[in-house]
């Protein structure tokens, strides 16, 4: 490796923050490392594998690095400019490594990352990628080159922070964009550990004639009070449908609070003579609680269903007693769903779908695809009040009017369901017609496998606030 010689500024300072208010403990503080914003110049402490000089630079923006071909994918192990910066190990301390990337990928798998790292061959990685041309996070593992990916998860912007925290043979990836406060959980998984660990800046698979700069900022690595670790989540109840239990069972639900339920369903294949399939849904301690499933191998050809749901009995007949009443949508004034769900996918056939879904009385239902395969209509576009939608005709005879957010995103953090009622209203739906609650889920198809987490999910109805997570 080769030093990088770009003048004297020390980043490995110490810097002592408090966590809690009211005074200092060992055990209330984070120690920082490492603090590198690339102020016109790298910190001390960088160095290079396969540097190409010519193709990064420093300036008063930050570091940029262009996004060359070659990979760190398995084997191969040739792309240029892989950044390398030493951080102590995890084991009598949690450690924490950051930083932000912008980037507009449009070449196949082109990505840039931040990498807990070996070597070549044995790290975990967590960056930007264009995946099957979608924008994406993607979180994975590799140990002597065997590489497994361990989640892909949309993203809704081309600026991104991620950070990746290890304690002792574990780590979580996280992102956020400026859309969210809070981190989201991309994934986590054992660490592939041989030798000293560093932290890693990674740039690759570009277009051969592209000239994309990822610009980097905000790189940090610091260590963590033992008391900031709040991972894993640790179960405390979940109901599985498997094809090969007995008796088999098509549907489970369990009950969260404010009267919503979570649940699966696996109707439409489990009468089929050799289906294979396995769904989870899981309430953690923390009251946060998501589902899983497993459909590599099935031969079912009709979509499955998780998820999580306010609905009033004509709905969900054995819901709660005193929950969502029908409400008429000409008494509306406001209908909004706070959110934050992220699908986690680790195989990915291309026709995984998550949607909210308002079911109507008498009959009917209204349809928000949020992270549909393909483009959405271009033409009687909706615009909630925070992103764009298009409506795309439904099926003859169905009842059912849908919408596509533009893009594969992902959940938003508001959804403004009133304007869809609005908006559905212009296209048929009858004055007289009841709101019966509203539905958040997965629609599951043969050859995926992956997972939804939901840290937030609250309906507010008329001022009303529903929530499904206990009261922080």
């Not at 923006?61 to 192990?77: D, F, S």
């Not at 996070?137 to 002597?144: I, K, L, P, S, Y």
């Not at 998820?307 to 819901?319: E, I, K, M, N, S």
Request: aromatic residues 10%; hydrophobic residues 40%; charged residues 20%.
């Amino acid at each position: 490796m080769k030093q990088a010689n770009c003048g004297g500024i020390l980043a490995v300072a110490l810097w002592l923050g408090c966590i809690a208010s009211g005074g200092a403990t060992a055990q209330e503080t984070s120690q920082w490392i490492v603090r590198d914003d690339f102020n016109g110049r790298l910190a001390e402490g960088w160095s290079f594998e396969r540097e190409d000089r010519a193709n990064w630079r420093v300036g008063p923006g930050g570091l940029e690095v262009r996004v060359q071909p070659g990979g760190m994918w398995g084997g191969g192990n040739n792309a240029k400019n892989v950044m390398v910066h030493a951080i102590p190990a995890p084991t009598d301390a949690p450690v924490e490594i950051s930083v932000t990337f912008s980037n507009r990928p449009t070449a196949r798998w082109e990505q840039a990352n931040l990498v807990w790292y070996y070597d070549g061959a044995n790290m975990v990685k967590l960056g930007q990628e264009l995946v099957a041309g979608r924008l994406t996070v993607v979180m994975g593992r590799e140990q002597n080159d065997q590489a497994r990916t361990v989640a892909i998860v949309p993203l809704d912007a081309y600026t991104v922070e991620l950070r990746l925290q290890a304690v002792r043979h574990r780590i979580r990836g996280q992102f956020r964009t400026a859309s969210w406060s809070d981190w989201r959980d991309v994934g986590e998984c054992d660490l592939p550990a041989k030798g000293d660990p560093k932290a890693s800046l990674h740039f690759y698979n570009g277009g051969p004639n592209d000239a994309h700069w990822a610009r980097v900022n905000r790189f940090t690595v610091r260590r963590l009070p033992a008391s900031s670790v709040d991972w894993p989540r640790v179960r405390a109840e979940d109901k599985s449908l498997r094809s090969a239990d007995s008796p088999r069972l098509d549907s489970a639900w369990l009950g969260l609070p404010d009267h919503f339920a979570l649940f699966t369903s696996v109707e439409e294949i489990a009468t089929e003579a050799k289906p294979d399939y396995e769904q989870t849904i899981y309430r953690y301690r923390d009251g946060s609680y998501g589902w899983r499933w497993d459909r590599r191998a099935s031969a079912g050809k009709q979509p499955t269903v998780a998820g999580v749901g306010l609905g009033a009995r004509a709905l969900w007949p054995d819901a709660p007693q005193g929950g969502f009443a029908p409400i008429a949508v000409t008494s509306i004034e406001s209908l909004e769903l706070e959110m934050d769900a992220v699908t986690r996918l680790e195989i990915d056939q291309g026709t995984h779908n998550l949607v909210v879904v308002v079911p109507l009385k008498p009959a009917g239902r209204i349809t928000i695809w949020l992270d549909w395969y393909g483009q959405a209509s271009g033409v009687q576009s909706l615009h909630d009040g925070y992103a764009d939608y298009g409506h795309v005709p439904a099926p003859a005879g169905t009842g059912e009017i849908q919408y596509r957010r533009k893009a594969f995103q992902g959940a938003p953090p508001r959804l403004n369901l009133k304007a869809f009622l609005d908006d559905a209203a212009k296209r048929g739906l009858a004055p007289s017609s009841e709101v019966l609650g509203v539905w958040l889920g997965n629609e599951i198809w043969t050859g995926s496998r992956g997972g939804t987490l939901v840290t937030k999910l609250n309906l507010l109805v008329n001022g009303r606030r529903y929530s499904s997570l206990p009261a922080q």
